[in-house]
């Protein structure tokens, strides 16, 4: 995990992303203010999706090159975990079709933001050992 302490400018660059296009959807979708806690836990998975993106962009193989290789895994990671998370538990809380789209739409806009800033920022890889 150290890759993450080497890599913390770009994370949280790709966190400050990530919040400000919530912030933006949240607004679109005219909700009620949110509360601090509710901020504070959407900085910490925020961080945390996009310090896993880093890990996955540092050990992606480079064949395809590098800008493939980020975005597709933005959106190999988003449709393998986050969409199949987000579509069961959403629907299974009653939320309707479009909520589930809005959202998942939301986060695949997210990881793909992330990945671009995370590939432009560049990415240093822990020293091998």
């Not at 005219?30 to 961080?47: N, S």
């Not at 959106?75 to 909520?99: D, E, K, Q, S, Y």
């Not at 589930?100 to 990415?123: D, E, F, N, R, T």
């Amino acid at each position: 995990m150290i890759y993450i302490l080497q890599n913390s400018v770009p994370i949280a660059l790709a966190t400050l992303a990530g919040l400000a296009i919530g912030a933006i959807w949240l607004r679109l979708a005219e909700t009620a203010p949110l509360r601090w806690q509710v901020v504070a836990l959407a900085a910490l998975a925020e961080f945390w999706l996009a310090a896993i993106l880093a890990g996955a962009l540092i050990l992606a193989p480079d064949e395809a090159g590098a800008w493939t290789m980020a975005l597709g895994s933005a959106f190999i990671i988003w449709l393998g975990f986050v969409l199949p998370a987000l579509a069961v538990t959403l629907a299974a809380l009653g939320r309707r079709t479009g909520t589930i789209l809005a959202a998942s739409g939301h986060w695949l806009v997210v990881m793909l933001v992330q990945a671009a800033i995370l590939q432009a920022a560049g990415l240093v890889a822990p020293a091998a050992t």
